[in-house]
């Protein structure tokens, strides 16, 4: 269950900064094609953004996924003995 709740805790992390990026990009792309007058690219928000940022609060998640679940493990094994 413990590999099953990183990933899950993992993926979803991810998943919601992917999201979050994306909007963020996605209005900053249209504030500056406003500000210039043309048209956005918006395959900029995905590529330039909002992937980066997904794959690098996955890795973050994945690592304090891991630490915590091991802290959660051993005060667990020292609260039964």
């Given at each position: 269950?413990v ?13 919601l ?8 990009g996605i ?7 406003a ?10 928000a ?8 997904a794959?690098?609060a996955?890795?973050?998640?994945l ?9 959660h ?9």
């Amino acid at each position: 269950m413990v590999p099953l709740r990183v990933l899950l805790v993992t993926f979803l992390l991810a998943l919601l900064s992917f999201a979050v990026c994306l909007f963020l990009g996605i209005m900053g792309l249209v504030i500056t094609a406003a500000l210039r007058g043309v048209h956005p690219n918006m395959t900029i928000a995905y590529r330039e953004f909002a992937l980066p940022a997904a794959l690098l609060a996955g890795a973050a998640a994945l690592v304090v996924a891991i630490v915590a679940e091991i802290r959660h493990h051993r005060h667990e094994r020292m609260r039964l003995m």
